[in-house]
C-alpha cells in the first residue's frame, strides 16, 4: 500500500511539474537604452513617455513574432534567464523580472537569419535597468525563459487623443488584467457607438468628426472583458491631451 501511494504521489508530482515547465517557453534577451533606460521612451507601441503612460521602466521591445502587428502592446512578461542553455554563466540565478511590452524589435537583415529579432524568434530587447535584474550586462545576449502574466498598473485606463477634425486617433494605455487592446469603440454625445480599428501600435482609430463633443469609449481587452468608459473627455476636449479614467481590468 505504501508503494502503490508513493508512485501515485510521484505521478502526480511529476504532473505537475510537467505543467509547470509548459508555461514557460524559450526565447533570449538582449538590452538597449542605455543604464537609466531613457533610450527606451517612445516607441511602436505610441506610449510616448513610459512613466507618464503608466509603464516605467520594465519594459521591452519584442521580436517581430511575438509583437504581433502591435496586439500585444501593453501585455506583461515574467522573465527568467536560462542557466540551463548556452550563454546560461551570465544569468544571475534566482532572480526574475516582469516587464511590459512597449516597442518592436525589427529583424536586422544585415545579419544572418535577421538576427535576434529575426522571423520566428520569441526575442526580447529589454531596457538595460531591467535586464541587469537577470543577467550581466556585459554578456550582451542571453537565454530566458518566459510566460505572459497578469498586468497590475496604478490607476485606470488613459486614452490620449491625437487626430483632425474628420479622424481621431486614440492611444489606449495602462491596462491592468491581459495589458493589451483587443477591440475598441468611441461614443460621441451626438453619435452612437462607433467601432475602431487598430491602427498602429495601441493607437485605435475612428474615421470621424467628433471634434466639439464629450466622448466615449468601451474597449474589450485581449483576455476578453468589456468595459464601458462613459464620459471620458469633456466636448472641450484637445487633440494632445490625456485623458484618465477610475475603471481598470482584471483580465
Not at 41 to 55: I, R, T
Not at 92 to 97: A, E, L, R, T
Not at 163 to 176: A, P, R, T
Request: net charge neutral; glycine share 16%.
Amino acid at each position: 500500500m505504501d508503494t502503490a501511494k508513493s508512485l501515485i504521489l510521484c505521478t502526480v508530482l511529476a504532473v505537475c511539474l510537467a505543467l509547470a515547465a509548459a508555461d514557460w517557453s524559450q526565447g533570449t534577451a538582449t538590452n538597449y537604452g542605455g543604464a537609466d533606460g531613457s533610450g527606451t521612451m517612445g516607441g511602436a507601441c505610441g506610449y510616448g513617455n513610459l512613466y507618464n503612460a503608466g509603464y516605467g521602466i520594465n519594459n521591452a521591445a519584442l521580436s517581430q513574432t511575438l509583437f504581433n502587428d502591435g496586439a500585444s502592446c501593453g501585455q506583461c512578461y515574467l522573465i527568467t534567464c536560462d542557466g540551463s542553455r548556452s550563454g546560461g554563466q551570465y544569468c544571475k540565478p534566482g532572480n526574475s523580472v516582469t516587464v511590459s511590452a512597449t516597442n518592436l524589435c525589427p529583424p536586422n537583415y544585415g545579419l544572418s537569419n535577421g538576427g535576434w529579432c529575426g522571423p520566428g524568434r520569441p526575442h526580447f530587447d529589454m531596457s538595460q535597468p531591467a535586464f541587469e535584474n537577470i543577467g550581466v550586462y556585459q554578456a550582451g545576449v542571453i537565454p530566458v525563459l518566459y510566460q505572459q502574466v497578469k498586468c497590475w498598473r496604478s490607476g485606470g485606463v488613459r486614452f490620449s487623443l491625437a487626430g483632425s477634425n474628420y479622424f481621431l486617433l486614440v492611444n489606449i494605455q495602462n491596462l491592468s488584467g491581459s495589458g493589451s487592446v483587443g477591440a475598441a469603440w468611441v461614443k460621441g454625445d451626438k453619435t452612437g457607438w462607433i467601432q475602431m480599428s487598430r491602427n498602429w501600435g495601441a493607437n485605435w482609430q475612428a474615421q470621424a468628426g467628433l471634434v466639439g463633443q464629450g466622448l466615449s469609449f468601451a474597449v474589450t481587452s485581449s483576455g476578453g472583458q468589456y468595459i464601458q468608459f462613459i464620459n471620458v473627455a469633456p466636448a472641450w476636449w484637445k487633440f494632445g491631451e490625456t485623458y484618465t479614467t477610475n475603471q481598470n481590468f482584471y483580465y
